[in-house]
């Protein structure tokens, strides 16, 4: 990002070519000023925030957990906040380890996919004052554990963006599942696998609250690009365990648009076709390879978070690039679900370094903000911003990662994921990626 476009987010917010107004009439009301003002440095070198915002470090990669378990993983990625009572939190965090992480998650009985593999999920409580009272592992021996969803019914769906097979990798068994999580009680659910919703290179999920429709994105940089799926549940809403009933694994078709990153124009608004998946298990094709009939699939270079909001399900393209197979470039795509009217619309659209009237570039994890709009982490070049976009389509910074994690070719700072909020809405909780860090950030959020 250039040094002059940098300064001007420093100062304050910028306006971008957006149309998230009318989206969000049940996820509060409308800001009245763009975001929270310019961003302070840290005295701590961690995370410079607005003035009035203050941030607890509440766990980083290499210390010991809690439980006694081990220490806690690296490569902090994709996280949900859920309600204990009383005021009491309880966070679950996923970690992306691939077969080289430094730092695996612990091997735990009962919680165990495949001991070869080193990622999964880790689990904390958080009293009513935010302090941590329990840090453990929640789900083991699972591979790239990047980001997921939430369920209506309070488990964690942790996604593995891998298509490994045994054997590959040190791998004793097939990656490239998701897993369901129960943050309050791990061993509850175990580590097994939900095949019906397929086998790739999952990023996030969301869940249809009023119909159990899960949406799926597939992160895939290389042609053929990935998909956008939803699985239809034999148990819709059947709560902790029901996705294992299986059900019926469909992809996105936008006819005449075989590749998202053609649309440039935000507020362009196409049909959504669905189309059943010849094979789900990928066991002899990928799914993205497979052939969908002569009406073709709608494909998407590196689809990534997912969140449902209000009436629809919102769903990030990170980036496009034509030099990579794409046929378009851009920095970025929020799109819309709306599987009422069967639409999809494009909400906003990221920009280069050199157009200081669009957000940042490669956005990633997203999720709700207090006021109704969006809280976007992203994951580009550079210095990396968790960005707020207002319901009025303006776009201002929250946070920025100060910690240089000093790698030679690598970005000054690492990437954000995971960003949530508590369920009062009066606590941001992220994650630095590298180093890994979690985050609690308080202060006057609308």
Sequence with gaps: MSVSRRSLLAAGAVAFTGTLGPLFASGGARASARGYGPLLPDPDGLLDLPAGFSYRVLSRAGDPLRSGEGTVPSNCDGMAAFGAGGGRVRLVRNHENRASATLRVPAVDGLTYDPGALGGCTALDLDPGGGVTAERVALAGTAVNCAGGRTPWNTWLSCEETEDRAGASGYARDHGYVFEVDPADPHRLGAVPLTALGRFAHEAVAVDPYRGVVYETEDAFVRPFGLFYRFLPARPLGGPGSLRAGGTLEALRVPGVPDLSVVD???????????????????GTPVRFQDFGPGGITHAQKLEGCYWGGTGVYFVSSYARGSEGAAADHHGQVWFHDPVRARIRLEVRFGPASDISLPGDSPDNICLA?????????????????????????????????????????????????????????????????????????????
Excluded at 401 to 408: C, S, V, Y
């Design 370 to 446: 207090p006021d109704g709009g969006l809280m976007v982490c992203e994951d580009g070049g550079g210095d990396q911003y968790v960005f707020g976009v207002t319901p009025g389509g303006e776009v201002y910074p929250v946070a920025r990662n100060a910690q240089d994690i000093g790698k030679p070719g690598a970005p000054a700072w690492g990437e954000f994921a995971g960003v949530t909020f508590s369920p009062d809405r009066r606590t941001m909780y992220v994650n630095a990626y590298t180093p890994g860090t979690t985050f609690a950030v308080t202060g006057p959020w609308r």
């Design 265 to 283: 124009r935000p507020g362009a608004e196409f049909p959504a076709e669905w189309v059943p998946v010849p094979d789900p298990s990928a066991a």
